[in-house]
């Protein structure tokens, strides 16, 4: 079980230091009288710095380090 947690650590970890970050986009109303609705789309963005990724890559090889053989 924990070679397994650090194996999914470590390939998170290494896809959050290539990718930083994505894009989305949402739907948000402006004006919504009656029948009458406008809305916009609105770019949204979620990033994290890269050193969380690494982190994160290097707390998996920690556990898989340190985890029991059987």
């Known amino acids: 079980m924990n ?4 194996l999914i650590l470590i ?3 290494i896809a959050m230091l290539v990718w930083t970050g994505f894009n989305y986009t949402k739907r948000e109303k402006i004006v919504d009288v009656g029948p ?6 609105k ?3 979620v990033n994290w ?3 969380i990724g ?4 290097v ?8 985890s ?3």
Request: aromatic share 2%; proline share 6%; net charge positive.
């Open 3 to 6: 070679k397994t947690l650090g």
């Open 11 to 13: 390939v998170i970890g």
């Open 36 to 41: 009458i609705q406008i809305s916009a789309d």
């Open 43 to 45: 770019q949204k963005s």
């Open 49 to 51: 710095p890269p050193y």
């Open 54 to 57: 690494g982190l994160i890559a």
């Open 59 to 66: 707390a998996g090889v920690i556990v898989l380090v340190t």
């Open 68 to 70: 029991k053989k059987k």
